[in-house]
């Protein structure tokens, strides 16, 4: 018998070059899986730094292309003046738009202002831009005192529904057509078994399922109930995902090309809480409609689609092109080794960045020291981020020795990619920058 209490076998993430959490996973009208997660800020500070979306997407479950930045607290004028708390968010298609939920407070009091905000684009990876937040017919918002993580659901006749809410409070209303404004009242969710937060709502088969995390202590887990009727009364059926080591759950179901897959996150990289990354399983249901307890695997899923071809035009600079500052030593080949002096930095100038536009940068390394290495990723001067330089046991395919960030490129053969060593050790063999539009 399994026990519920405590992480069993820790899953392989999918995404390891950044901490991401949180995962909302969504079939785009072009047939592409796309993961809307929140973003854990590397170095943390509780869970208050989260901020700048990333949205991920697969065509075979296997690989998985950060498709960049979509959102940052600086670009919500309502927001709280602190920036931060950018959550879990949703997103779903609707009126041949992408309407992207997230919850952000409004005020410095962060826990009793929580509203959720919308942004909206053509595109279900890019463009988005804020719209103001969710409001009743009064025009007051519907959040509140804990109220976080919005879920947006479609059914099948188009109603769009949205679920929210933490602390024992889960929500659900219905939204009108333009997706930002409560049709009726917001109702309480009822029947649902020790709830904490992280609702998500999905159909199959006709019957309504719910999934949220659970209250136990350090160890949360993911639990389920169903319903005929998409605001619940809800029949509580069990859990379906065991702890994953880490304090928080928060995950989604899916089906995507005949397979359902449960994604979740857990802290292996960092072995901290408020340092996720988002794994992806297989899920199964029971004749009759129950949900199989998912294994969480060291393994990649199955492919259920053909892997990315390579994009012919990607240029890849070796790291022997690159300038180098302060105590990195070379080997034979030029590659850079013994990256680990903080501040040292591995410089690649006129890097091209064509006609401009969003470029995936695939940092090519080794890292066999068995521990984490990290680097800042500087841009144009701009820092974008820190970057894991995961050990070969946390690799999947889609990682296989290649850390990737997604940002901006400006046209032409201007820019300066700087690889600023943070700590860890590892070898940086090559930098590639490939186009995404
Ligand atoms: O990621 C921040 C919060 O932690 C989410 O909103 C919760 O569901 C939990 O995962």
Known sequence: MTDLTRPGKIAKPVITSIYTADPSAVVGQDGRLYIYASHDMDPARGCDFMDRYHIFSTDDMVHFLDEGEILRSDDVEWGRPEG?????????????????????????????????????????????????????KAGRGVGGNCMIDPCIFLDDDGTPYLYFGGGAMP?????????ITVR???????????????SWVFKRNGLYYMTYSDNLERNNRLRYAVSENPLGPWDYRGIYLA??????????????????????????????????????????FEDDGSIRLVEQTDVPCPP?????EPNPRAKTYPASSGIREGALTLGEDGAVRGFENAGSFLRFSKVDGLNGGRFLLRIRYRNDTGRLARIRLIVN????????LV????????????ATFTLPLKPGRTNTVDL????????????????LD
């Open 84 to 136: 931060g708390f950018m959550w879990a968010p949703d997103c779903a298609f609707k009126n041949g738009k992408y309407w992207f939920f997230y919850p952000h407070p409004t005020g410095s009091r962060w826990n009793d202002t929580w509203e959720f905000g919308v942004a909206v684009s053509d595109y279900p990876n890019k463009d988005f831009h804020d719209i103001g937040y969710v409001r009743d």
């Open 171 to 179: 929500r659900g209303c219905v939204l009108e057509d333009d997706m």
């Open 184 to 198: 009726g009242e917001v109702m309480p969710m009822e029947g649902l078994e020790d709830f904490h937060e992280a």
């Open 243 to 284: 702890p994953t080591g880490c304090d928080t759950s928060h995950g989604s179901v899916v089906e995507f090309r005949g397979h359902w897959y449960a994604f979740y996150h857990n802290c292996v990289i960092s072995g901290r809480g408020n340092l996720r990354s988002v794994c992806v399983d297989e899920l199964f």
């Open 304 to 308: 259920v689609g053909p892997a990315p």
């Open 381 to 388: 001067s701009t820092d974008w981020s820190l970057v894991n």
């Open 391 to 402: 050990t070969p046991e946390l690799t999947t395919p889609t990682a296989d020795g290649d």
């Open 420 to 435: 600023v060593a943070f700590d860890g050790a590892a070898e940086i063999l090559a930098l590639t920058a490939e186009p």
